[in-house]
């Protein structure tokens, strides 16, 4: 099965500075059409998860530029680069590219908190 | 602009089943998979299964093979998931989400319906 390990999984940040998430597979995310299916997630307190990013760098509609997702191959990372109060949650990767017997399994999670 | 909306909260006996609806509007709800994801208290994310509707293939997750059943009614735009055996550590937010393409996962989510599992 694919694991994934995200890191760290506590991020205390001061308003106004960046952050940064990394997310790693065990196995590469290239998929047969050449796309990478990486997907990030931010689920704020007491709401549904939302999706930010897809295919590694794909924001979704409504998602500020201030996040960026970048990477390759098996190593991901997710950034705000000016961290906003909003922005307090858990942010989860998850890969779309390979369908193991197991099941999807997301990555373990990281607490975003303000300083 | 593609919606789901779930069932209520439930409180089920520990050992029976509960069945949990996710209706989608706005959207062709044939073609894209839906997904269900539970969320024990405290805890992450865990994806249980998936459903393409137009094919009605459904993949479980290993460790709830055998309990879980997902199914879709393509008339009414409506996935369902029913868990039984239920147990206390089964108590948690389950969320419907649907994805927008092949590997795009979970662009839309449902807000989520309590299962509470409590004798």
């Known amino acids: 099965d694919v694991v994934m390990t995200q890191s760290p999984l506590s991020l205390p940040v001061t308003l106004g500075q960046p952050a940064s998430i990394s997310c790693r597979s065990s196995q590469s995310l290239v998929y047969s059409d050449g796309n990478t299916y990486l997907n990030w997630f931010q689920q704020r307190p007491g709401q549904s998860p939302r999706r930010l990013i897809y295919?590694?760098?794909n924001r979704d509609s409504g998602v500020p530029d201030r996040f960026s997702g970048s990477g390759s191959g098996t190593d991901f990372t997710l950034k705000i680069s000016r961290v906003e109060a909003e922005d307090v949650g858990v942010y989860y990767c998850?890969?779309?590219?390979?369908?193991?017997?197991?099941?999807?399994?997301f990555g373990g999670g990281t607490k975003v908190e303000i300083k | 602009q593609v919606q789901l909306v779930q069932s209520g909260a439930e409180v089920k006996k520990p050992g029976s089943s509960v069945k949990v609806s996710c209706k989608v509007s706005?959207?062709?709800?044939?073609?894209?998979?839906i997904n269900w994801v539970r969320q024990a208290p405290g805890q992450g994310l865990e994806w249980m299964g998936r459903i393409i509707p137009i094919i009605a293939i459904t993949n479980y997750a290993q460790r709830f093979q055998g309990r879980v059943t997902i199914t879709a009614d393509k008339s009414t735009g409506t996935a369902y998931m029913e868990l039984t055996s239920l147990r206390s550590e089964d108590t948690a937010v389950y969320y419907c989400?649907?994805?927008?393409?092949?590997?795009?996962?979970?662009?839309?989510w449902g807000q989520g319906t309590l299962v509470t599992v409590s004798s």
């Open positions: 706005g959207g062709t709800f044939r073609r894209n998979t």
């Open positions: 998850i890969q779309g590219t390979h369908w193991p017997s197991g099941g999807l399994t």
């Open positions: 989400a649907r994805d927008t393409d092949y590997g795009d996962l979970m662009g839309v």
């Open positions: 295919r590694v760098s």
